[in-house]
């Protein structure tokens, strides 16, 4: 089981920007896919943005065009960055890996403990 350490939230203002960065335990080099959900209170946990180790990506409709996921392979980290933040992108954010693709559903892999990211003016 991959160990994961995110960084990055706090309160911004709408419209602000920050970058969340996940650190890995050991080489994410071989897991496919990496990337953040969020989970915001009274709702279910959703998944924001992928990244595959063939640098393709998948967005939230909601998110995209705002958000950029990037990852170092040589580093073992996944980053997000989140421009153009709205009040409902309140929620906490958990970096996920070895997220599964199948049948076009999601199923996660191992997470993060998660950190708070709060829009609000």
């Known amino acids: 089981q991959v160990q994961l350490v995110e960084s990055g939230g706090g309160l911004v203002q709408p419209g602000g920007s920050l970058r969340l960065s996940c650190a890995a335990s050991?080489?994410?080099?071989?897991?496919?896919?990496m990337g953040w959900y969020r989970q915001a209170t009274g709702s279910q946990r959703e998944l924001v943005a992928a990244?595959?180790?063939?640098?393709?990506?998948y967005y939230a409709e909601s998110v995209k065009d705002r958000f950029s996921i990037s990852r170092d392979n040589a580093k073992n980290t996944v980053d997000l960055q989140m421009n153009n933040l709205k009040p409902e992108d309140t929620a906490v954010y958990y970096c996920?890996?070895?997220?599964?693709?199948?049948?076009?559903?999601?199923?996660?892999?191992?997470w993060g403990q998660g950190t708070q990211v709060t829009v609000s003016s």
């Open positions: 996920n890996a070895g997220i599964r693709f199948e049948h076009g559903v999601f199923y996660a892999g191992d």
């Open positions: 050991e080489s994410i080099a071989n897991i496919y896919l």
């Open positions: 990244m595959a180790s063939t640098e393709s990506t």
